[in-house]
């Protein structure tokens, strides 16, 4: 016989008050601002690790018998 969400055409989702079956207005969400200091030596350390993981993976992606 189906799922009684779908006879009472929620169509799978289950309505709130207020919600008179219309879509809500999608709004973007807002941007995290992140505050990095980029002097510090730690944030230095983790950038030159990244890059030395990020250029083996293009030479292993260019060279993969090596």
């Known amino acids: 016989k ?3 969400a779908d006879q009472l055409g929620l169509n799978g989702r289950q309505r709130i008050d207020g919600d008179k079956g219309q879509n ?6 807002e941007e995290e601002e992140i505050d990095i200091d980029l002097n ?8 030159l690790a990244i890059q030395g993981k990020f250029r083996r993976f293009q030479k292993r992606k260019q060279d993969p018998s090596s």
């Open 24 to 29: 809500p207005k999608k709004t973007e969400p």
């Open 40 to 47: 510090a030596p730690e944030t230095e350390k983790a950038a």
């Open 2 to 4: 189906g799922d009684p």
